[in-house]
């Protein structure tokens, strides 16, 4: 029997994801065996395959997951510096809020800290209005994908985030907790989640104290 | 500053997974990389622990599933033997008609095929009901949980079955799929999920059909 054309479409995404696995596995030679990217980049895959909608981008978007996973990993082993705090926002869809938090902290932090965000229960798509509301303050999430809470992303974190996903992070020691009330902005108005008291100004507004929080004091006056 | 009660625990849940991982790596030394093996523990682990309920027994969970994780990609990968059919039942959240038709499976099977389940969005805990309906026909699901559908456990799958969960399995060649309609038992009485014409007697219908279609058929006499 000679394969569908449904099987030869997924030979492609073999053959992407291969190449993928290449690409990163030369990344991170002498960091990970062969062995640990290709799970990764294969696991990645099917994590977001599962719960995704659209599937013309997942081989990309795996590889990207699995990239960054893997530089998580490799900064929670050490054998990545981390040239700022690591921040990690999570929610239970990572489709709202965590997505929010995370372009937001990542827009005033301008580089003083690195931003990941993941859900309890990833779900399809970031809900629109939600990227709506951050498009118009100009912070764009055309490229922001739900994804599932990792141990390496987890064990990679200095200070985490939780917004309404309960107790479903394992505590580590060495990390801050903290836990934010917002409301869900699923299934709500844009009116809701945007604006004077919506949910993008109330995170907007956390966020800025949580920056305020975890960097470091300026020095009082600059030496010459 | 000391550690909390808190991270004392999860310390000691470091500890029972470094073990688990080290197990495991001894059985499947020359087949997998520590740091494969260990992935899978630490992953295994956080996959469970962001959709379970309950933790307290979730380090066992883990290992558990780890090492079956473990099992399918060696078998796989060709370095273990598949002495029977590989048998993969998915639904949605492996907490109802995944779990009873892999439970009525291996019990007609006998020993004839291997057979797995997971889920596309695994929730909490295997549904009550569906408990209560199987162990009246003396099938124990006490050990059951619901887990994500993984890379690895898909690999090793011969025959792949659907119940509810639409395209949320990618499509593998030399792969036989099939797709059944069965109603969801979540929230659904006991006299719905058993009896007949209940969603377990439709299960088990299937299930020896699939058996008898699966399984090479018997030679027509025993040479002596």
Redesign the interface.
């Known amino acids: 029997m000679s394969?569908s054309q449904?099987?030869l479409a997924?030979?492609d995404?073999d053959a992407v994801l291969d190449r993928a696995a290449a690409t990163l596995a030369a990344k991170y030679a002498g960091v990970?065996?062969t062995?640990?990217v290709e799970?990764?980049v294969?696991?990645s895959?099917?994590?977001l395959?599962?719960?995704a909608s659209i599937r013309t981008h997942l081989p990309a978007l795996a590889e990207h997951f699995a990239g960054d996973r893997l530089r998580a990993?490799a900064q929670a082993g050490g054998a990545i510096d981390k040239a700022v705090p690591e921040v990690l926002f999570l929610c239970v869809e990572n489709a709202g809020r965590s997505q929010m938090a995370a372009a937001l902290l990542e827009h005033h932090a301008g580089g003083r800290v690195h931003v990941r965000s993941a859900g309890?229960?990833p779900t399809a798509d970031v809900e629109g209005p939600v990227v709506q509301v951050m498009h118009e303050i100009g912070l764009d999430l055309a490229e922001a994908y739900p994804k599932?809470?990792?141990?390496?992303v987890?064990r990679a974190a200095d200070v985490i985030i939780t917004m309404g996903?309960g107790d479903?992070?394992?505590?580590?020691?060495g990390k801050r907790y903290f836990d934010w009330q917002i409301d869900d902005p699923a299934h709500q108005a844009v009116e809701v989640v945007r604006g004077i008291r919506g949910i993008r100004d109330s995170i907007d507004t956390r966020v800025q104290s949580l920056l305020a929080e975890i960097l470091p004091a300026p020095t009082g006056a600059a030496s010459s």
Do not use: G
């Open positions: 394969p449904e099987d997924l030979l995404v990970f065996n062995e640990t799970r990764c294969r696991e895959y099917v994590a395959f599962r719960t990993l309890s229960h599932p809470l990792t141990d390496d987890l996903c479903a992070c394992p505590i580590l020691p």
